[in-house]
């Protein structure tokens, strides 16, 4: 008996919700940055849930693109994030001025 369509669209909303509380209300990059990666995670849920349900491989297809990019953002993001708290020695987002012009 397969799981319906509509648990894996309640599951993505929860997460996506989460993801974006995250974003909203924590103030270390840190978590900001995973939150992000949460939310991505929940659209690739909502992705692969249609794609299964209509039979069609483009949803899934799509899916591997989005955690190519996702990955290279890991990258990248880290690397800043890593130099941030070199130069300035913590990671809250109130206290680091560096990237304010």
């Not at 939150?35 to 209509?54: G, Q």
């Amino acid at each position: 008996m397969p799981v319906p369509v509509e648990y894996f669209q309640i599951l993505a909303g929860i997460l996506f919700a989460i993801g974006v509380m995250g974003v909203l209300f924590r103030r270390n990059l840190l978590i900001i940055f995973m939150s992000v990666e949460l939310m991505l995670n929940a659209a690739n849920i909502s992705l692969v849930a249609f794609s299964r349900s209509l039979n069609n491989i483009d949803g899934q297809v799509i899916v591997f693109f989005v955690l190519a990019v996702a990955a290279a953002e890991v990258a990248v993001g880290l690397a800043i994030i890593i130099d941030l708290f070199r130069k300035e020695g913590t990671v809250d987002v109130n206290r680091v001025r560096l990237l304010r012009g």
